[in-house]
């Protein structure tokens, strides 16, 4: 079996271990700031960008193990930026420009999260999820001729850790961290020239580019235990 089969096999199992033995339902939502990145082999000064999102939580816990049941949805706004420093001849002044490549996609997550037992006090936490996202919409500033490119569908993984405040009997405020590097594809370009709205046309090698995030979250959890 690949790596990525052994991991979605192991998701699955702690998914339906979790899900029988369950004491609470948890629901929540987060937000924060994601630095997003791409790699272009035309161009070497790509720069990240960085944009907010929003994720609703879910989560099946148990409290015996610290092994719960983990998915969100949410809005992630990946892409990347080229930063261009110039000196204006009009002027002499030195002067920037920035494109950016802008991605808005829906992201779903499910996997599993691991927390401290004891339920009187605070505790680190770590996940580990399967993501699939589906773009919303895109803006690619003056590059609009490179949209028609881009993947309707990606596919990678969620890292993460954090640590959660209880704040009351049946809430916690959480504030984490997490790695979203894709497993595929999201701009497949072939060889060729591309037009931007400039009206100066622009040369691109073959380009396989993959999106990679990192992101910093806070948010509110509310518990529900089952009886």
Do not use: C
């Not at 033995?21 to 790509?46: A, D, K, L």
């Not at 944009?51 to 049941?69: A, N, T």
């Not at 983990?70 to 420093?85: E, K, M």
């Not at 420009?97 to 009187?120: A, C, D, H, W, Y």
């Amino acid at each position: 079996m690949t790596v990525r089969a052994n991991i979605v096999f192991i998701l699955i199992f702690i998914g339906l271990v979790v899900q029988a033995q369950e004491e609470f339902r948890i629901f929540g939502v987060q937000g924060g700031y994601s630095m997003s990145t791409q790699n272009f082999e035309s161009f070497s000064n790509r720069s990240p960008i960085f944009k907010p999102h929003v994720d609703f939580i879910h989560e099946r816990y148990k409290l015996s193990s610290g092994f719960g049941f983990y998915s969100s949805i949410g809005f992630h706004t990946r892409g990347s930026a080229q930063r261009t420093n110039f000196v204006n001849l009009n002027s002499g002044n030195r002067e920037n420009f920035t494109t950016e490549m802008r991605i808005n996609n829906l992201s779903l997550n499910f996997g599993v999260k691991k927390r401290g037992i004891k339920p009187s006090g605070n505790a680190l936490y770590y996940l580990l999820a399967g993501r699939v996202e589906a773009v919303l919409s895109k803006d690619f500033d003056i590059y609009q001729g490179l949209e028609d490119e881009v993947f309707p569908i990606v596919a990678g993984v969620t890292l993460g850790f954090g640590y959660e405040w209880i704040v009351s009997s049946s809430g916690t405020i959480i504030f984490g961290f997490s790695i979203q590097p894709d497993f595929t594809n999201q701009i497949d370009l072939q060889p060729g020239t591309y037009n931007t709205t400039t009206g100066d046309p622009i040369q691109f090698n073959r380009e396989r580019i993959r999106n990679l995030s990192f992101e910093l979250s806070l948010g509110y959890l509310l518990y529900k235990k089952r009886y």
